[in-house]
Antibody, heavy 125, light 106 residues
Framework: EVQLVESGGGLVQPGGSLRLSCAVSGFTFSSYWMSWVRQTPGKGLEWVANIKEGGSEKNYVDSVKGRFTISRDNTKKSLYLQMNSLRVEDTAVYYC??????????????????WGQGTVVTVSS | AIQMTQSPSSLSASVGDRVTIACRASQGIRSDLGWYQQKPGKAPKLLIYAASTLQSGVPSRFSGSGSGTDFTLTISCLQPEDFATYFCLQDYNYPRTFGQGTKVEI
């Protein structure tokens, strides 16, 4: 059974740091891209970042570039999100998701086929 | 970034109804679109990828169509467990962007 379990959320002051973790099981972690997605009542769902199977390629949404760093440890089957210089607007539920690539009718399509349960990050003074 | 606009933002329906949700991209995205269902307090669930391909295990009453800028999710015969919020997501380029969601209510 595929499982993704996030941890590390909590309350932090503006300007502070937090490190989220996502422990996975039930699939070959090192064979998949992985993503972080966040959700707020006001802004809805927002893709934050993703990382290639071996960690050599990373992509970020502009609003977190230079502040957040995605990483992974394939030996520990874990995904991480280091969040620095946190802002009130970073308050959200953060999900990790498996970023699967489907080959269909001659093309590749990406989709988040498994998600964790989410961890809450609150940035407030 | 590509903007994804869903309509309506919410709708009221009854069990057995046919429901259609629209998603429009601010530029052409070929068929690089997925649909997700989310219930309160839960993570989203993948329903459809490549605009029209049903994810394994998803009931056949769900279907997707469209390409380019205009897409549709259809639930052919609404079931009680289908009352939820539905999101579209483009995977054409970075940053990936979601629609704002459509809440399907009784």
């Amino acid at each position: 059974e595929v499982q993704l379990v996030e941890s590390g959320g909590g309350l932090v002051q503006p300007g502070g740091s937090l490190r989220l973790s996502c422990a996975v099981s039930g699939f070959t972690f090192s064979s998949y891209w992985m993503s972080w997605v966040r959700q707020t009542p006001g802004k809805g769902l927002e893709w934050v970042a993703n990382i290639k199977e071996g960690g050599s390629e990373k992509n970020y949404v502009d609003s977190v570039k230079g502040r957040f760093t995605i990483s992974r440890d394939n030996t520990k089957k874990s995904l991480y999100l280091q969040m620095n210089s946190l802002r009130v607007e970073d308050t959200a539920v953060y999900y990790c998701a498996r970023d699967n690539s489907y080959f269909w009718l001659g093309s590749y399509y990406d989709a988040f086929d498994f998600w964790g349960q989410g961890t809450v990050v609150t940035v407030s003074s | 970034a590509i903007q994804m606009t869903q309509s309506p933002s919410s709708l009221s329906a009854s069990v057995g109804d046919r429901v259609t949700i629209a998603c429009r991209a601010s530029q052409g995205i070929r068929s690089d679109l997925g649909w997700y269902q989310q219930k309160p307090g839960k993570a989203p669930k993948l329903l459809i990828y490549a605009a029209s391909t049903l994810q394994s295990g998803v009931p056949s009453r769900f279907s997707g169509s469209g390409s380019g800028t205009d897409f549709t999710l259809t639930i052919s015969c609404l079931q009680p467990e289908d009352f939820a919020t539905y999101f579209c997501l483009q995977d054409y380029n970075y940053p990936r962007t979601f629609g704002q969601g459509t809440k399907v209510e009784i």
